[in-house]
């Protein structure tokens, strides 16, 4: 084998690195301008406001969608708040170093890599058959939740641990409770990361689909009650796909996905620069 | 008074709490190991496991091809995202001039986000025909549409957590080997990466994870066959699309089948979990 | 609410901290108001199962609830077997299957009951740009037998769709499809692949039939409603919805609905058979 100089080896390397560059980032590009380049104009205020007619044509648009989403965002956030929040209470600040808190924290670390389908399968098993919940919004929302609480519970739990310990002990000497002191001066500091925690959640929600096209049936009729059944936009865009002519359409609905994913992002974005300016000791 | 009581109260309260995903992990295993049994009792573990033939009408349940489905793409797919991801965490967090990272960081999070049936759609529509005209025959569905569709969705993940351990390694490493005379990329070789070599094990275990669960874009391009996949131009099926197509319909042995189906990937997530965890603990 | 900061300054930031929570606020607001519009108190029958059924079923829960306002009809897929298992056990109020019971249903369930409710016909089916036009059964039997090669792209239905069934007893004569055969979740999906494939062939129901796909003669039999109806083309079957006990109430309110002379003159506008 040649010896290369350290010269040309770096080189070589940069070369690599500029390219791997520049292809990830120029395939991403390509993936997202195509979708928002043959989805966006199909997008209209008609599309985004009927509801999907079925049929093979796909005719209609995305509007019992939409609400199916924001119903199953609802619900899921409303249980999934409370129970992430007080979960990452109670390891931060309750939980003593025993080896059954170790075990709370390795059963959160590993429901994060269980795969979505595998939820669907115990949301199924559970929600949608054991509780007779049958195929509906609410049998969705409580399989979303347990599959989201893990990362809720890490983000706010990271969120609470930043807080100094300073903070605690000036309140706590105040003559303050513990909980007064969770309440009143950890949880504003800690808020902004937990924010950030929740919006993520809410990507997630609207990212997910495997787990929902198993529990809410798929039905693509306005949702009225949280029994009943419902397509998010993310399960239509699989229906679209598969089973209508109507690729557009289904562009549509991804680029509608794209915006949403988009919008969050940035949200979260501008969250943690005001956090750092936060902590940074700026008013 | 009221105020320790209150105390008290949400002591307990957020306690319980906590321990909910405990629980939560504990009745999954429960309810995926009782609904499986059936299947295990009359069909048996080992054909299930290493039976080649899938045919339910016919009481056929092995998943061994699936099996074999499911890891083949996923180390397809990280046999093309991981150089690339590792090049570009590379060039985001030392190479590329700041004006250009500026852009293309906040890209590759973003793409983190974008949801597994966009890249599933774009496959079926841009890379199935692609593939269908490459091999001259069939639709396209196959394991190689699923391996790259499954190497962009990775790409991301693995790129960004690379970038963020790169960047943790202190920055005194980096001037001891400068000051020795290395180049700048002998120092990334031979300083910078072995630093970070954990954070970057932890980012591939992260995307073997994604990769192997990922349920909807492969039913869309994979051809969902429960086949080996002997062709990167055949189609094969995963273990998490036999789940999400069968079970709406399957009763009895059927649907029992499926939840072994469940839990091997079950086990087979913690599996590479552990394979990371150890990864990660021994010394470097 | 004021805290301290790490210098031990004083920090008003009520509003500033207000505006963290606008946008989740926000947010919930627009899903109950969303949710307000379409949160009528209405009674509503879930049907479910079939995707042979699905498109029918659309068209007559939207006459259905124009006729009758009060009630809502909600159409779900999943197969034929999700319909029959999801009435049994009361996930739906009406199943739908495009396939009788099976044994093993009518024993572990023997209170199902079965109202045909239309006609089908099975259409074997390949791209419009296709050279062949007729095939025998056997020829069918043989290249869905042998699978996916050269010459063919085979496409098959997942296990427990009722079109499947249907095919695998009157056209395999129970003999077993190639693993190598791509397997798709609806009519639907078959007939987008099949549309979108050169060189691959599989079956749909009459109803999915349409100019993006072409429909093959069996022994020189076209698939058509004339031939399913004379018996003379040989892949037909009814196409069923299922109840619990006999249909009573808002589900057998529907099914008459279905079964007079405006749910089955839907029945021929969309393709399929009518059963009166």
């Known amino acids: 084998m040649i010896k290369l100089s350290p010269k040309l080896m770096q080189k070589i390397a940069w070369g690599f690195t500029w390219a791997a560059g520049i292809i990830s980032v120029l395939i991403l590009v390509l993936i997202i301008g195509y979708v928002l380049a043959k989805g966006l104009p199909v997008i209209s205020l008609e599309f985004l406001l009927t509801s999907p ?42 939980a003593p170093d025993s080896k059954f808190t170790r075990l709370i924290r390795y059963s959160v670390d590993l429901l994060a890599g269980v795969p979505s389908i595998v939820f669907g399968l115990f949301g199924f098993a559970v929600f949608v058959m054991a509780l007779h919940l049958s195929y509906s ?89 949280l029994l009943s059944g419902g397509r998010t936009l993310a399960v239509h865009v699989f229906y679209l796909a598969m089973e209508t002519n109507a690729l557009d359409k289904a562009l549509a609905t991804g680029a509608v996905l794209i915006i949403l994913i988009f919008i969050i992002n940035l949200s979260t974005r501008w969250l943690s620069q005001r956090l750092q300016a936060k902590m940074s000791g700026g008013t | ?124 529509i841009v890379l199935c025909p692609f593939i269908a005209r490459l091999s001259g025959t069939g639709s396209g569905s196959s394991v190689l549409a699923a391996a790259i569709v499954l190497a962009i969705m990775v790409l991301p993940t693995i790129t960004s957590i690379s970038e963020d351990n790169l960047r943790a390694v202190p920055v005194h490493y980096k001037e001891g080997a400068f000051a020795l005379g290395a180049t700048h990329w002998q120092t990334i070789y031979h300083v910078l990466l072995p630093a970070a070599r954990r954070g970057i094990t932890a980012a591939v275990i992260l995307g073997t994870g994604r990769a192997i669960g990922e349920t909807m874009a492969m039913i869309m391009v994979i051809g969902n066959s429960p086949i080996f996949p002997t062709s990167i131009f055949g189609p094969a099926r995963t273990l998490t699309g036999n789940i999400a197509v069968e079970i709406a319909s399957a009763t009895g042995i059927h649907e029992s089948a499926l939840f072994v189906t469940g839990l091997v990937l079950f086990i087979l997530i913690m599996l590479i979990n552990g394979i990371g965890l150890i990864a990660y603990r021994r010394r470097v | 609410m004021s805290k301290i900061n790490k210098k031990g300054e004083i920090v008003y930031n009520r509003n500033r901290r207000r505006s963290f929570l606008l946008p989740l606020f926000i947010l919930i607001v627009a899903a109950l108001a969303l949710a307000g519009c379409g949160g009528t108190t209405s009674s509503t029958i879930t049907t479910g199962g079939s995707t042979t059924v699905q498109p029918l079923a659309d068209k007559w829960a939207k006459a259905f609830e124009a006729q009758d306002p009060g009630i809502k009809v909600i159409v779900q897929g999943g197969g034929s077997s999700a319909g029959v298992k999801g009435c049994a056990q009361g996930t739906l109020d009406i199943g739908a299957a495009s396939r009788e019971l099976k044994s093993s249903e009518t024993d572990q369930w023997p209170d199902l009951v079965v109202t045909h409710v239309a006609a089908d016909g099975v259409a074997i089916v390949v791209h419009p740009s296709c050279s062949v036009t007729s095939l025998t059964l056997e020829e069918i039997r043989d290249i869905f037998a042998a699978g996916s090669n050269n010459t ?29 055969a791509e397997f798709l979740p609806s009519n639907g999906a078959i007939k987008q692949k099949v549309a979108s494939t050169a060189n691959a062939i599989g079956y749909i129901s009459l109803g999915y039939v349409d100019s993006s796909v072409k429909a093959l003669s069996i022994g020189g039999i076209a698939c058509s409603e004339a031939n399913c109806l004379s018996g003379s083309y040989p892949v037909t079957r009814y196409l069923n919805f299922i109840t619990k006990g006999e249909p009573a109430g808002q589900s057998g309110k529907f099914i008459d609905f279905c079964l007079g002379a405006k749910g089955q003159k839907i029945v021929e506008q969309e393709g399929y058979i009518s059963v009166r």
């Open chain 2, 1 to 124: 008074m009221p105020r320790y009581f209150v105390d008290r109260l949400s002591r307990h309260t957020v306690s319980i709490f906590g321990i909910a995903a405990f629980l939560i992990l504990v009745l999954i295993a429960l309810f995926i190991l009782k609904d499986s049994l059936p299947a295990l009792k009359e069909v048996g573990l080992i054909d299930i496991l290493f039976g080649a033939k899938w045919y339910p009408s016919h009481g056929s349940f092995g998943i061994l091809t699936m099996l074999a489905g499911s890891v083949v793409t996923t180390l397809l797919a990280l046999a093309i995202a991981v150089p690339l991801a590792l090049g570009c965490a590379i060039f985001l967090a030392e190479v590329a001039p700041p004006r250009v990272r500026s852009i293309t960081r906040p890209a590759v999070e973003l793409l983190v986000g974008i949801p597994s049936v966009v890249y599933g759609l774009v496959g079926m």
């Open chain 1, 53 to 94: 007619e079925g049929g093979l044509s796909g005719e209609g648009g995305i509007f019992s969608c939409i609400v199916a989403t924001l119903w199953l965002i609802a619900i899921t956030m409303a249980i999934l708040i409370p129970l992430g929040i007080g979960a990452a209470i109670y390891l931060a600040e309750y």
């Open chain 1, 137 to 225: 919004i609410l049998a969705g929302a409580l399989t979303l939740v347990c599959l989201l609480l893990p990362f809720l519970v890490r983000s706010a739990e990271e969120a609470i641990r930043t807080v100094p310990q300073e903070q605690r002990e000036a309140a706590l000497s105040l003559g303050a409770t513990r909980w007064q002191t969770i309440v009143h001066v950890i949880m504003p500091a800690a808020l902004p990361g937990i924010i950030t925690g929740i919006i993520l959640c809410v990507g997630g929600a609207v990212a997910e689909s495997a787990c929902l096209y198993v529990t809410m049936g798929g039905s693509a009729a306005m949702p009225t009650s």
């Open chain 3, 152 to 180: 063919w792209t085979v496409l098959n239905r997942e296990e427990g769709s009722g079109t499947r069934e249907v095919f695998e007893k009157k056209v395999m004569a129970d003999a077993e499809v190639a693993s190598n």
